[in-house]
């Protein structure tokens, strides 16, 4: 069975920090581009950042550039969000998906994980 596992969110304060992790079950997810993907209430998901497989390309949407950092330890199989300055805005349901494409669209991506909550709240 073929399966993404987020871990890594919780509750910070408004400035603070927290690091995300994806691992997978039932396939090598080194061998697929990565993307972080998050979904507020109400609101439809976005994507946020994605990494090529090599870890030599990553995208990042606007609404996170400069605080978010995407990264990969193919040896750990296991891809990671940095997320620096939280903010209340970033609020959500944050997922990991891979996929053989590279862009933020969620709906090119087959493999999804149940998601990790995150929210930013004094």
């Known amino acids: 069975q073929l399966q993404l596992v987020e871990s890594g969110g919780g509750l910070v304060q408004p400035g603070g920090s927290l690091r995300l992790s994806c691992t997978a079950s039932?396939?090598?997810?080194?061998?697929?581009?990565v993307g972080w993907f998050r979904q507020a209430p109400g609101k439809e998901r976005e994507g946020i950042s994605i990494?090529?497989?090599?870890?030599?390309?990553?995208i990042y949407a606007e609404s996170v550039k400069g605080r978010f950092t995407i990264s990969r330890d193919n040896t750990k199989d296991t891809v990671y969000l940095q997320m620096n300055n939280l903010k209340p805005d970033d609020t959500a349901v944050y997922y990991c998906?891979?996929?053989?494409?590279?862009?933020?669209?969620?709906?090119?991506?087959?493999?999804w994980g149940q998601g990790t909550q995150v929210t930013v709240s004094s």
């Open positions: 998906a891979a996929d053989e494409v590279i862009d933020l669209v969620p709906s090119e991506y087959d493999y």
């Open positions: 039932g396939f090598t997810l080194a061998d697929y581009t």
């Open positions: 990494i090529h497989s090599s870890g030599r390309s990553t």
